[in-house]
């Protein structure tokens, strides 16, 4: 059973940090692209970040791009998300994913995704 489990979340202050973790189980995330996409309340998915299953190449959304980090550890099988300089419209549901194809920046390619984690910035 595929299982992609998200962590780091919580409550954060504008300007701060957070390390979000999505960790794997019956999936070699090495083998696939993972990607972060958040959604907040009323809006519809939004994508964040992404990483090549070779590590080798990254993609990001304009809005994250220079705050936000996306790196894997493959003796973990476990990518993060590491968010600095946080403001309040980063406030969101983040979830990671997985798929076989990169780069993609919707979510229908995406096949196996995590139950996601709260990040709520305060201004």
């Known amino acids: 059973q595929v299982q992609l489990v998200e962590s780091g979340g919580g409550l954060v202050q504008a300007g701060g940090s957070l390390r979000l973790s999505c960790a794997a189980s019956?999936?070699?995330?090495?083998?696939?692209?993972t990607g972060w996409f958040r959604q907040a309340p009323g809006k519809e998915r939004e994508f964040v970040a992404a990483?090549?299953?070779?590590?080798?190449?990254?993609d990001y959304s304009d809005s994250v791009k220079g705050r936000f980090t996306i790196s894997r550890d493959n003796a973990k099988n476990t990518v993060f998300l590491q968010m600095n300089s946080l403001k309040p419209e980063d406030t969101a549901a983040y979830y990671c994913?997985?798929?076989?194809?990169?780069?993609?920046?919707?979510?229908?390619?995406?096949?196996?995704w995590g139950q996601g984690t709260q990040v709520t910035v305060s201004s």
């Open positions: 990483i090549r299953w070779s590590g080798s190449s990254t």
């Open positions: 994913a997985a798929t076989v194809v990169f780069p993609v920046r919707v979510p229908s390619p995406y096949n196996y």
């Open positions: 019956g999936l070699t995330l090495s083998r696939y692209t």
